[in-house]
């Protein structure tokens, strides 16, 4: 994965958030913010409750040229999160869209994410090989018939898939706005922050908006948009450029741009250097950048969850 750090920070602030980024050299990959995950199973810890985690049902991403990309959650996206929430007494409950076995992004199974520790790498292999509910998740469907009530957070972790099914499943935007009106803890990275789109009026028209260019199509279906206005972080364009094409990661280009599509929803994108660490907070959401961000972006939602238990 080659990795570029030329684009330009975004400094701008606001009340009612805050960023939390950590500057490293090059990749920077030993510092202790990318600490190898100790052990290899679930914390044992008092159980606070539970905190609902959305994985994608795709397998596969749709590229231009009719071309295909083989995806699905982030290693470490999911993995130190997790361990973060586990560790700090919280219960995972896990659900997609189809009920069907959810798998990580084979580019993200490199010790790369994890300090350059292919232990670390291999630790988190079998710490989520411990939750079978990642296999044999619940559907979206079963936790709108059950209710949202018990659930005092909801964690969406990246990889390209949640750009094929999320951002468009309706029944995810029912269970996100339940969040949203509670102003319960949402914590979104990398490419999760798409699936906040599926809370517009009409996801599946957005997407196809998008995908079109029919930015004032697309502006139209979004208005009233619940999380319009607030300022979050995505995996940026320039990040995403860098591995599009032949040769590199995706062997070929997106459809549309995670920070366009947000953007035009009526986000305030933030981003920072190119694969940079960078978590921001804005009222009940925590967002990170990408995939080098998961250990302070699972810190801030661990603490986003204690002090909103606090209150």
Not at 19 to 25: F, L
Not at 181 to 198: E, K, Y
Request: charged share 20%; glycine share 10%; with cysteine.
């Amino acid at each position: 994965m080659s990795i570029d750090t030329t684009e330009d920070p975004d400094s701008e602030g606001s009340k009612g958030h805050s960023r939390r980024n950590v500057m490293i050299g090059g990749l920077g990959l030993s510092l202790a913010l990318l600490a190898p995950i100790a052990g290899a199973g679930p914390a044992l810890a008092a159980d606070r409750s539970q905190v609902l985690i959305i994985l994608s049902s795709a397998g596969e991403l749709k590229l231009k040229d009719g071309k295909t990309y083989k995806t699905g959650f982030y290693l470490d996206e999911l993995s130190i999160p997790l361990r973060k929430l586990v560790e700090a007494g919280y219960t995972p409950v896990f659900a997609n869209p189809e009920g069907n076995a959810a798998t990580f992004d084979p580019v993200s199974n490199d010790k790369a994410f994890f300090g350059n520790d292919d232990n670390a790498r291999a630790a988190a292999v079998r710490f989520l090989e411990g939750y079978p509910g990642i296999k044999a998740p619940r559907t979206l469907a079963d936790v709108v018939r059950e209710g949202t009530s018990d659930y005092v957070g909801i964690f969406i972790p990246g990889g390209h898939a949640p750009m094929q099914d999320l951002i468009q499943n309706k029944t995810l935007g029912d269970i996100l706005k339940t969040f949203h009106a509670n102003a319960r803890p949402t914590g979104v990275i990398c490419h999760g922050p798409t699936a906040l789109l599926s809370t517009v009026s009409d996801p599946v028209a957005y997407r196809e908006a998008m995908v079109a260019g029919d930015i004032f199509k697309a502006s139209k279906i979004a208005e009233g948009w619940p999380y319009a206005g607030y300022r979050l972080t995505v995996f940026a364009t320039g990040e995403e450029r860098i591995i599009e094409g032949p040769g590199q990661q995706l062997g070929g280009s997106v459809l549309f741009y995670a920070a366009d599509a947000l953007a035009q929803a009526g986000a305030h994108v933030d981003r920072i250097a190119a694969f940079q660490p960078n978590v921001i907070e804005d009222r009940e959401l925590v967002s990170g950048q990408q995939p080098f961000s998961s250990d302070a972006f699972g810190e801030a939602f661990v603490a986003k969850l204690l002090a909103s238990a606090a209150r």
